[in-house]
């Protein structure tokens, strides 16, 4: 068996993944406060609508701009009302000191897709994997959700791997820490799952789930994603019962072809030899 420690830190390569870390619908006329990779965050909706994520520190009074509000998408500080706007940049002080460089935020990459905000820490290795249906008018998208697990990506993904009743086949793993799969209902129709994880830490992540269908019958909505739900909270139950203290990369000679694949990958991702 191949076992490999790795370090879920700011300063290794998810540095440059996106990461999703919220839905897009819950970033709208306030500040959301975001950890990621150990990293306290302020993610907002700035003046031209776009998504902004920067360090949760003023640059000036290095207060935290989570507890700030937002106007008409400009971020103000609570301490003294220094005040941020597109791609973070300073564009009041109460002083009327001249604005430079050093006021402004320096800003992480954010991007929306899928009705999730993606954040990643330095510039993204790569993009946002590409998933072919979000696209297709046949489908549309029924549900979105971002919630706290007591458990590291591995983990998260090693366990969905391992469920045997699931009712999601077809699934892929996209690197790090993306997975999307199918299931069916007894007429046909299809049902896609997206599935993220961010790591908060070393023993949390921010789960990240979107469901479309290309079912026709609205009605059948909600079903669909009660079932979807079902085989969530079985696989968060699995997940956080075999949390670990240190995340682990672990290939093991019963595993199947797509989960040591997946695992090789990671590995290399961190700078280890595949096994």
Known sequence: MTSVPVALSASGPLSRQWLAVACSADVRDAPAAVRLLGRDLVVWRSPSGAVVAAPDRCTHSKGDLTKGDVHDGLLACPKHGWTFGDEGRCVFKPSGLPINDKAHLKTHASAERYGLIWVALNDPAAPIPDLDWDSDDSYRTIHSSVSAWRANPITIIESLLAQADSPFDNVVVDMPFVVHGTFK??????????????????????????????????????????????????????????ATLTPTIEIGSDEDAGSVDWKRRLLALFGHPAA
């Open 185 to 242: 209902s007894d007429d046909g129709s299809q049902h896609r799952r997206l599935l993220s994880c961010a790591p908060v830490d070393s023993r949390t992540a921010l789960v990240a789930s979107v469901i479309w269908t290309n079912s026709d019958a609205t009605d059948d909505d909600q079903k669909i994603v009660t079932e979807a739900a079902a085989d969530l909270d079985t696989l968060k139950s699995a997940a956080e019962g075999r």
